[in-house]
């Protein structure tokens, strides 16, 4: 049940995040295309019938209307709706999906759905009803079909159609206009099978259908109530029963078959003859079948956007599974594992002074496929960024509505891939910045643009690029930037300046923006300024071992960046030695290292000991005094120094000895350890090495913050 | 040994009649003390293991062992009681538990048994004794006393 519920989670967050894209775009264009209101129709055809097979009810009721709302639609093509219906469309579905996605947040938190959806089906049904009013010349079929898909239950006065709703009565739609009845050879045994070879078979041929009885391929019984009752299928047009008899035509053991028509009109036709269909055999044998789910009269646009839908989904459909982030986590864990143990195989000391040539040249191709490997099992858990890119423009269409300002959202780079971890953790911070940009940046009225000689309309850039092991994503506005000498007078009203105004240079102004207690919005705003502002961004991408900085011009808007290392599972490392300990220190972190005389060395005021490189003087932070450590190396001129850099602290350590670089699997201390703050020492995780051993990896920033605490 | 063969305890009177439920204990030695953990805690028993320091930490956090791929914290648990510690000999061992999902080593200085112990003859420290870290004890017999570790608050948050 849990497993059938996280599926179904699954399902209905993507197919609405589908939809926000979707409706995004098409309201970008101010316009449906008939694939769109294809596409929501199936969706919330999906939405409904999960959720009625999981029984929440209100979800399954919600998307119940917007489906009949979109049958409609695309009966009556989408000329019946001027711009004005347009625009109202566009707010309903917003809304629609808003009140999808916020049931379906109830269920993942376990909250009782909430029962008064009235409203919204209210706004849906008299929305439908404006628009059937609206088009008079078709209002009779319009009323007929509106009585039927308003209120659930069927006009019923074709038998034929109650047969199929008695049967169904635990599937909610019978609202398709055609049905097609296969009986099946007498006798032929394992009906329910054969019905699923049809399924199968229609399914291939790209066409849009229900069928029922719809548990054909688990319920064996099912056969007796196609022998009984035969077997339906619904479809939506009558090019699909077409192609769909096509299809039949050429499965075994059918015996008669019969195409009906739901609504008011029925025809039986017994055997429909096999010519007749010259035009749709070709049809339905190319693959542009799938555009027969589309009325015949929006023709002009359906080819093309029929064959984006193939080449769009269908591809993604079969190349893509889901997988449990868990199972990713233990097998980049046990690949690990096999990596170590690999290197500790092949050098083990039992094999010194051997001459193993056969053994040596296994242990080269085993290392190789360990390689690889381990190159995989990275990448599974590597994701483009995209999906949290593409939640910002909905944010910037809500606040562009909200605030009244024209922004476009322009994004780059939306491929590039990050560990999923990351891009979990990036997703506020970045909505955060982009509704600071919204709120804050972009101009109140175009006519300020103007003045200032910028494109009435806003812009906000999004975009993320590769360098090396790390990702950076900037998000910049050209709005009017930031005033340093408002945000000066700002700071020093809430006391956080730490010394005298004017000796802030304007990157440490803007660094100000990011301390706790600092927000330059006087007033609460819906979207921003709520108190917790750039700090908790600020710690959000620092726990993901990111730093963030923030340039602005005034005037000419200003530009966030974030630093992002790719992922968090393997680091280049430095391996260094301090008596018998070793620890490990993010290459990425060190600048240089470097044996130092004793007269370079010099003392402070409160006697610590500084040293100069290039033109600068840094601290030096001795790890044995630091980690009371027994070592032999107390001389400076013994060890090494080790100029190390994160974020804005930069220092040198000294150590005893390099003992190389090495690429590492981070491994997080034990939960335990947490309870003696383990992680504000200066240490962020561990690594096995090949031999066995554990090194410490060293976290520069909280090292050097875990030093100067000590005093 | 079995503990139903002592009947020489305050609590075997109100036994009569009732079920026995007895729970297994492995029983070890710190500092002159037997001290019991319920096997349902246990994972295994090692020795000789490398164990890496950790920098900054109370004194009976002995550091981190790598076991088959897993980093589990160690603690003496001789310190931990506040008792003087001692060099580890060949008889010291690591005893791995599993605590409500939370795997840590204990070092201890020697392992006994492992015994069948009737959970209604376990009494509570008497209050004048109490001490950190023992949620009962009984009496067995060769005249010994058995205290029992709580595990829980072994790996409580602080």
Known sequence: ?711 | MSADTVQNTTNTVLEEGTPVSTERFLTFSSNGLNIGVSTNYVIEIITNHMITMLPLVPDYVKGIINLRGQIIPIIDIRLRMGKPSIDYTSSTCIIVLNINSIQIGIVVDDVQQVMDIDQSRISPVPVENQQELISGMVSSDMHSVILFLDCERLVETY
């Not at chain 1, 129709?41 to 919600?62: D, P, V, Y």
């Open chain 1, 1 to 711: 049940m849990d497993n059938m519920l996280e599926m179904y989670l699954y399902e209905t967050n993507t197919l609405l995040e589908q939809l926000d894209e979707l409706l995004i775009e098409a309201e970008k264009n101010k316009d449906f295309t008939t694939n769109d209101v294809n596409e929501i129709f199936r969706s919330m055809h999906t939405i409904k019938g999960s959720s009625a097979m999981m029984e929440f009810s209100t979800l399954m009721e919600i998307a119940h209307h917007i489906e009949d709302l979109f049958f409609y639609i695309r009966e009556n093509g989408l000329d019946s709706m001027d711009e004005s219906h347009k625009n109202e469309l566009f707010n309903l579905m917003f809304q629609s999906t808003d009140a999808l996605r916020s049931e379906v947040e109830k269920i993942e938190n376990d909250e009782p759905l909430s029962t008064n959806i009235d409203s919204i089906i209210t706004n849906i049904n008299s929305f439908l009803e404006k628009i059937s009013a609206s088009e008079g010349s078709s209002s009779e079929s319009n009323s007929a079909k509106e009585e039927k898909t308003a209120d659930s239950t069927q006009p019923a006065d074709e038998q034929k159609i109650a047969v199929i709703n008695q049967e169904l009565a635990g599937v909610p739609k019978s609202d398709l206009p055609y049905f097609i009845r296969i009986n099946f050879e007498q006798g032929s045994g394992m009906e329910h099978l054969r019905a699923f070879m049809i399924v199968t078979a229609l399914k291939d041929s790209d066409l849009q259908f229900e069928f029922y009885p719809n548990d054909v391929e688990t319920n064996s019984e099912s056969s007796e109530v196609i022998v009984e009752n035969g077997f339906y299928i619904g479809l939506s047009s009558n090019k699909d029963v077409e192609s769909a008899l096509h299809v039949i035509k050429e499965q075994n053991s059918v015996e008669t078959y019969e195409v009906i028509e739901n609504a008011s009109l029925k025809q039986d036709k017994p055997e429909t003859p096999a010519p007749a269909q010259n035009s749709t055999s070709s049809e339905s044998s190319s693959d542009s079948g799938s555009a027969s789910a589309s009325p015949a009269q929006k023709s002009s646009s359906a080819p093309a956007a029929a064959h984006n839908n193939t080449g769009n989904n269908t591809p993604v459909k079969q190349s893509l599974i889901s997988v449990n982030l868990s199972k990713l986590d233990s097998l980049v864990a046990i690949v690990g594992e096999i990596v170590i143990t690999e290197s500790m195989v092949t050098s083990s000391p039992d094999l010194q002074n051997l001459k193993l040539d056969n053994f040596m040249k296994s242990a080269r191709q085993l290392r190789k496929l360990t390689d690889d490997l381990q190159d995989i099992a990275m990448s599974l858990r590597m994701v483009p960024v995209a999906g949290t890119f593409q939640k910002m423009n909905r944010i910037v269409r809500d606040m562009k509505k909200k605030l009244n300002k024209d922004v476009r959202l322009t994004i780059i780079g939306e491929n590039t891939e990050v560990d999923k971890t990351i891009v979990d953790s990036i997703g506020d911070p970045i909505m955060h910045i982009v509704r600071n940009s919204m709120d804050h940046g972009i101009e109140e009225t175009a006519e300020q643009r103007i003045a200032a000689g910028k494109d009435p309309q806003g812009e906000i850039i999004l975009s993320a690029t590769h360098t090396g092991s790390e990702v950076i994503i900037s998000i910049s506005d050209d709005g009017q930037g930031m005033d340093p000498d408002k945000i000066l007078a700002k700071a020093e009203r809430n006391g956080i300046l730490t010394k005298p105004a004017y000796e802030y240079s304007q990157k440490e102004i803007l660094a100000l923006l990011m301390l706790p207690g600092f927000s330059t919005n006087e007033e609460v705003t819906e979207f921003s300024g709520r108190g917790v502002g750039m700090d908790v961004v600020k710690k959000n991408v620092e726990s993901v071992g990111g730093t963030i900085t923030i340039t602005s011009e005034l005037g000419k808007g200003s530009c966030t960046t974030l630093k992002i290392p790719l992922t968090m599972a393997i680091a280049d490392g430095m391996e260094v030695s301090v008596g018998n300990s070793m620890f490990t220190i993010p290459i990425a972190n060190i600048r240089q290292s470097f044996k130092t005389k004793q007269e370079d060395v010099i003392l402070d005021a409160s006697g610590n000991e500084i040293i100069k490189c290039l033109d600068d003087f840094y601290p030096i932070i001795r790890v044995h005094e630091l980690y009371n450590i027994e070592t032999d190396v107390t001389n400076i001129e013994d060890g090494i120094l080790i100029w190390v850099e994160a974020a804005d602290k930069s220092y040198c350590l000294f150590v005893d000895d390099l003992l190389g670089e090495q690429q590492v699997v981070v491994k997080p201390l034990p939960p335990f350890l947490s309870n003696f703050n383990i992680k504000t020492s200066g240490i962020s995780g561990c690594t096995i090495l090949g031999d066995g051993n554990i090194s410490l990896i060293l976290d520069i920033r909280t090292l050097y913050a875990a030093f100067y605490n000590q005093y």
